[in-house]
């Protein structure tokens, strides 16, 4: 099932309107590094690590999009490129320094104190979210440039190192987005339903997977209308904004992830008009 607005179709083709297949360079820590790979025909297999990274025709060259960990320390990075029958090549490129805020918030004891049972739990949705954020798909994308998945104010909360109920945890990995109990949540780009469920932590959950590592996730829905393996494209209602699992209050939890990583979602977000 595959079902389109008119409005998020035009945002979607902003960035590819203007020649840029590519995000702006920002490597930092939870950023993206864009790095050209030199006067190749053809597009490279490009690795950061162990993970594959995205690769896009920008402006008739050849660039790697690598998700930089939150985790990274600032300094010298290298993706390794293989260039056909050409061999291995590295490109160095700098990790630079990133400050995120804190972000104090109170929620139910069994979202930080967790039992046995709600810990097994965790485990088991671990390892199906995990697999659908490292999926690798091979796909030609012409575009990384997302449309907004639901009307509301974007935070700036991505990477707040977080503290529960005077706990701290690990940093928000995702953008808050304001919107009201029931408001549509809608793909921001073409792609394949690759999980949904209801999780602990993140409540019912709708994971979309777009080609070459990039990945969205949307968060704390109260319904989820798609199903596992449905194609949808830009646009899609893929649910409405909730307050299940581990919140204060209604909104969409947006992340996007690229090589198995997240990143801010600003970087990939259309602006809004």
């Not at 320390?73 to 050409?86: F, L």
């Not at 810990?119 to 697999?131: K, Y």
């Not at 907004?148 to 190192?161: K, L, Q, W, Y």
Request: proline share 7%; net charge negative.
């Amino acid at each position: 099932m595959t079902r389109r607005l008119p409005l998020l179709l035009a945002l979607a083709g902003l960035a590819a309107a203007s020649g840029a297949a590519a995000p702006a360079d920002a490597p930092r820590p939870g950023g993206i590094a864009v790095i050209p790979l030199g006067n190749v025909a053809e597009a490279p297999e490009v690795r950061f690590g162990d993970r594959r990274v995205l690769v896009v025709e920008d402006e008739g060259r050849w660039v790697a999009v690598v998700g930089i960990p939150l985790a990274r320390e600032p300094g010298p990075a290298t993706i390794s490129v293989r260039d056909g029958g050409a061999g291995t090549r590295e490109i160095d490129f700098e990790v630079l320094p990133h400050r995120y805020r804190e972000q104090r918030l109170n929620v139910e004891n069994k979202y930080v104190e967790p039992d046995q049972a709600q810990l097994d739990r965790i485990a088991g949705e671990r390892r199906v979210i995990d697999a659908a954020l490292n999926n690798w798909r091979e796909l030609p994308l012409r575009s990384l440039a997302l449309a907004s998945p639901v009307a509301g104010a974007r935070s700036d909360s991505f990477g707040f190192r977080r503290v529960f109920n005077e706990q701290p945890r690990s940093p928000h990995s995702g953008m808050d987005i304001t919107a009201n109990l029931g408001t549509p949540v809608h793909a921001a780009l073409d792609g394949i339903v690759s999980a949904t469920g209801n999780y602990f932590f993140n409540g019912n959950t709708v994971i979309v997977d777009h080609g070459q590592g990039l990945v969205t996730m949307y968060c704390h829905l109260d319904r989820i209308d798609v199903a596992d393996a449905e194609a949808v494209g830009v646009g899609a209602q893929l649910g409405v904004v909730g307050a299940t699992g581990r919140v204060t209050g209604s909104h969409l939890h947006f992340g996007t992830y690229l090589n198995g990583t997240a990143v801010d979602p600003a970087l990939l977000l259309a602006p809004l008009e």
